[in-house]
Structure formats: structure tokens, C-alpha cells
């Protein structure tokens, strides 16, 4: 049954992937996520069913539009792959628990705005309320089931906590983090505040451990100037991604 969970989130993963490029595209443009239809970028024809496999379709026609013979950027298969992975993660970390449909969700958001980020240096807010009201929902039908409410009411506590530290820093100098990063603090709050305070903490700490390293291992390499901001986004997100799949081990000698 293990088996069944993994090939089913790494399938769900795939056409999940396949929404988040979607995302990723329209919103940073101010378009509808729902219409009009996928379509070629280059010379606008529609794409059809068939060509609209997750990762499958990319292979195929060999990362070119079936008309016009155009590119299609890597990005679609490579957020469609990263998204099943991490999926699989989910499944592998959780197993057959309540609380996967809300990791899947924070995840999910997660890859969606750190690319967005890279791309725009900017979290929208349309992405990052919608998965704190996903990702909320999860974590409260997972409470009504399992009837673990004082988890949850940690977990609300984590994230206004994680939220008042951001805003104040966000208002003592707007140059240190974007108030995209303050809103996303309630989410990672909230999702690893369900895991533990501690998880809360590691999350913070390697976001900030991977921050600095990158960020100054990119100015040492001449790829960014010293004052130029950093996608915070992606690094709170891989210090998340830390935290939820290294965490009980990292934790385990303060147990």
C-alpha cells in the first residue's frame, strides 16, 4: 500500500506540476489562471490534449511546439519533475497520515513562488493568501479528524509569531525582506508550526544559513552586486524544505 501512495503523489505531483507552470506564467503578468486555454507563446495555437502530458508531451515532441517547431522553455518539465519529487518526499516523510495533504499543499505553493521569485523578485500575494487559506483548511480538517486541536492552536501561535517578527523587520528597514516575505511567514509558520516549535526554528535558522552562503557565494562569483536583494522567497523555502525532510533527524538530539 506504501507503493500505492508513492506512485499516486508522484502521478498527482506531475499534473500538479503541470498547473503550477500555469501559475508561474499568468499570475506575474496579471492573467487569469483559469482561461483562456494553454497556447503556444510563439505563434498562439492552442495546445491540444495530447500535447499537454505533463513531462510526457515536453519528451516527445522533443521541447518543440507541434506547429510552429518553437521552443518550449525547460521550465515546464523541470517544475513538473521538482513538483512529483517532491511529492514522493511528502509521501516518504509522512507515509499514511492526515498530515500530507497539507505538506503537498505548502509545497506545492512553495515551488510556484520561489520560481516566480527567481523570475520577478516578487511574491504575489494572489499565490501566497491562496495557500495560507489552502494549506489552513488542511491543517484544520486534519485537526477535526485526529482531534488535535492544541497542535493546531501551536501552530496559528508559530505563524503570528513568525509574522510580527517579519513585519517589524520589514519596518525597521523594507531593504532586508519584501512584505511578499512577511505575508509567506504566516504560511511557514503555520505548516511547521503543526510539526513543533522546533521545527519552526530550524526552518528560520536554514533559511538564513543558505541565505547567507548563497548570497555570498554569488557576489564572490560576480553574479550579483553587493546591494542587490536575493529571492528571500526560495530561501525560506528551501530552509522550510530543510526543516520538514531533515528535521527529525536534525532535532532528534534535543528530544
Same mark, same amino acid.
Request: hydrophobic content about 60%; charged content about 10%.
Given at each position: 500500500?506504501?507503493?500505492?501512495?508513492?506512485?499516486?503523489?508522484?502521478?498527482?505531483?506531475?499534473?500538479?506540476? *503541470?498547473?503550477? =507552470?500555469?501559475?508561474?506564467?499568468?499570475?506575474?503578468?496579471?492573467? &487569469?489562471?483559469?482561461?483562456?486555454? *494553454? !497556447?503556444?507563446?510563439?505563434?498562439?495555437?492552442?495546445?491540444?490534449?495530447?500535447?499537454?502530458?505533463?513531462?510526457? &508531451?515536453?519528451?516527445?515532441?522533443?521541447?518543440?511546439?507541434?506547429?510552429?517547431?518553437?521552443?518550449?522553455?525547460?521550465?515546464?518539465?523541470?517544475?513538473?519533475?521538482?513538483?512529483?519529487?517532491?511529492?514522493?518526499?511528502?509521501?516518504?516523510?509522512?507515509?499514511? =497520515?492526515? @498530515?500530507?495533504?497539507? $505538506?503537498?499543499?505548502?509545497?506545492?505553493?512553495?515551488?510556484?513562488?520561489?520560481?516566480?521569485?527567481?523570475?520577478?523578485?516578487?511574491?504575489?500575494?494572489?499565490?501566497?493568501? !491562496?495557500?495560507?487559506?489552502?494549506?489552513?483548511? !488542511?491543517?484544520?480538517?486534519? !485537526?477535526?479528524?485526529?482531534?488535535?486541536?492544541?497542535?493546531?492552536?501551536?501552530?496559528?501561535?508559530? &505563524?503570528?509569531?513568525?509574522?510580527?517578527?517579519?513585519?517589524?523587520?520589514?519596518?525597521?528597514?523594507?531593504?532586508?525582506?519584501?512584505?511578499? @516575505?512577511?505575508?509567506?511567514?504566516?504560511?511557514?509558520?503555520?505548516?511547521?508550526?503543526?510539526?513543533?516549535?522546533?521545527?519552526?526554528?530550524?526552518?528560520? $535558522?536554514?533559511?538564513?544559513?543558505?541565505?547567507?552562503?548563497?548570497?555570498?557565494?554569488?557576489?564572490?562569483?560576480?553574479?550579483?552586486?553587493?546591494?542587490?536583494?536575493?529571492?528571500?522567497?526560495?530561501?525560506?523555502?528551501?530552509?522550510?524544505?530543510?526543516?520538514?525532510?531533515?528535521?527529525?533527524?536534525?532535532?532528534?538530539?534535543?528530544?
Amino acid at each position: 500500500m506504501f507503493t500505492v501512495l508513492i506512485v499516486g503523489c508522484a502521478v498527482l505531483g506531475l499534473l500538479i506540476g *503541470s498547473f503550477l =507552470n500555469v501559475v508561474i506564467y499568468r499570475v506575474p503578468r496579471n492573467d &487569469s489562471i483559469v482561461s483562456p486555454r *494553454s !497556447a503556444c507563446p510563439s505563434c498562439a495555437a492552442p495546445i491540444a490534449a495530447r500535447d499537454n502530458v505533463p513531462l510526457l &508531451s515536453w519528451l516527445v515532441l522533443r521541447g518543440h511546439c507541434r506547429h510552429c517547431h518553437a521552443s518550449i522553455d525547460v521550465r515546464y518539465p523541470i517544475v513538473e519533475l521538482a513538483t512529483a519529487l517532491l511529492f514522493v518526499g511528502v509521501a516518504i516523510r509522512f507515509g499514511f =497520515n492526515w @498530515d500530507v495533504p497539507a $505538506f503537498l499543499l505548502l509545497f506545492a505553493g512553495l515551488l510556484a513562488l520561489s520560481w516566480i521569485d527567481v523570475e520577478h523578485l516578487v511574491l504575489p500575494k494572489r499565490v501566497v493568501y !491562496a495557500q495560507l487559506v489552502m494549506v489552513a483548511a !488542511a491543517l484544520l480538517a486534519d !485537526a477535526l479528524i485526529t482531534h488535535q486541536w492544541q497542535r493546531l492552536l501551536e501552530a496559528v501561535a508559530c &505563524s503570528i509569531g513568525w509574522f510580527a517578527l517579519f513585519f517589524i523587520l520589514n519596518l525597521i528597514n523594507p531593504h532586508w525582506l519584501g512584505f511578499g @516575505d512577511v505575508r509567506l511567514a504566516l504560511v511557514l509558520g503555520l505548516a511547521l508550526g503543526w510539526l513543533g516549535f522546533g521545527d519552526v526554528v530550524l526552518g528560520f $535558522f536554514a533559511a538564513n544559513l543558505i541565505g547567507a552562503v548563497v548570497g555570498v557565494a554569488l557576489i564572490i562569483a560576480g553574479t550579483i552586486e553587493r546591494n542587490r536583494p536575493i529571492p528571500y522567497g526560495v530561501v525560506l523555502s528551501l530552509g522550510a524544505g530543510v526543516s520538514v525532510f531533515a528535521g527529525p533527524a536534525l532535532l532528534a538530539p534535543f528530544h
